[in-house]
């Protein structure tokens, strides 16, 4: 094995920095900018949140296909911090990034969506997408950017039915982002369970107080996935607070 040294390791990163340009996912130049919290937040990797973005059908063991759009760095970067992420294609763990205030009583209350703005080139993307898995991961892409009408439009259209069950759970998180939370819950509860299936329910009994409810899904949605995999630690983390809030 070769002796590592401070130019073998730059070279590395910056070979790492290449090949993340190559593929559409380097982190974007935010420019000047001034702080405005004594906490620095970390940059999010935007290739390890394209990954983690697909699990609501690599779960279930259907492939999504196709790159990412020119803007998910920027887009990814540029989102407000969330205390509650549901399991859906486009959505990423690294998304809840104050976890000391998480763990120390915030309210869960939902984020207010994004505001659709001029996306051309994201509509663009979307409008690309070939297939069923890449159509799906496409709406959530502009679920996550605010863009909700073409979004509900991707997901009005027929899957093939393994697909099914992925489509069903992202009209859910529509429906959930929207704020019609009765409409989401009617449709995890008909699905068959699995890991993003067992976490949104967790994670929406725990949003309606409903803490042993709640943990017990979580920990469910939390033994079905990879203890490798950001969102077993995150099911584990909103378990947590399901166990600290049924013994209060």
């Known amino acids: 094995m070769s002796?590592?040294?401070?130019?073998?390791?730059?070279?590395?990163?910056?070979?790492?920095?290449t090949q993340a340009v190559r593929a559409g996912l380097a982190l974007p130049d935010l420019g000047d900018a001034l702080p405005h919290d004594l906490t620095p937040v970390q940059p999010i990797d935007a290739q390890l949140a394209w990954n983690d973005a697909q699990l609501a059908a690599t779960a279930l063991g259907l492939p999504t296909a196709g790159r990412p759009p020119a803007e998910w760095a920027l887009l990814v970067n540029s989102m407000e911090p969330?205390?509650?992420?549901?399991?859906?294609l486009g959505n990423y763990p690294q998304q809840v990034r104050h976890v000391q205030a998480l763990l120390a009583g915030a309210a869960l209350t939902m984020p207010s969506p994004l505001q659709a703005s001029d996306q051309p080139e994201l509509l663009a993307w979307a409008e690309r997408a070939e297939g069923d898995g890449a159509r799906l991961l496409a709406a959530g892409v502009l679920r996550l950017a605010g863009q909700q009408a073409p979004a509900a439009a991707l997901l009005a259209r027929p899957v093939a039915a393994p697909w099914?069950?992925?489509r069903s759970n992202e009209r859910a998180a529509l429906a959930w982002?929207?704020?019609?939370?009765?409409?989401?819950?009617?449709?995890?509860?008909?699905?068959p369970r699995s890991a993003p299936v067992a976490f949104n329910l967790g994670l929406a009994s725990l949003v309606r107080g409903q803490h042993e409810r709640a943990r017990t899904h979580l920990k469910q949605a939390s033994t079905w996935l990879p203890e490798?995999?950001?969102?077993h630690h995150l099911a584990e983390l909103y378990s947590i607070l399901a166990s600290q809030n049924a013994n209060e």
């Open 3 to 17: 002796e590592l040294n401070v130019t073998s390791l730059f070279h590395r990163y910056l070979e790492r920095q």
């Open 82 to 88: 969330a205390l509650v992420v549901l399991c859906a």
């Open 164 to 166: 099914e069950t992925v």
């Open 177 to 191: 982002y929207q704020g019609d939370q009765e409409q989401a819950l009617a449709l995890w509860q008909a699905l």
């Open 228 to 231: 490798s995999n950001a969102w």
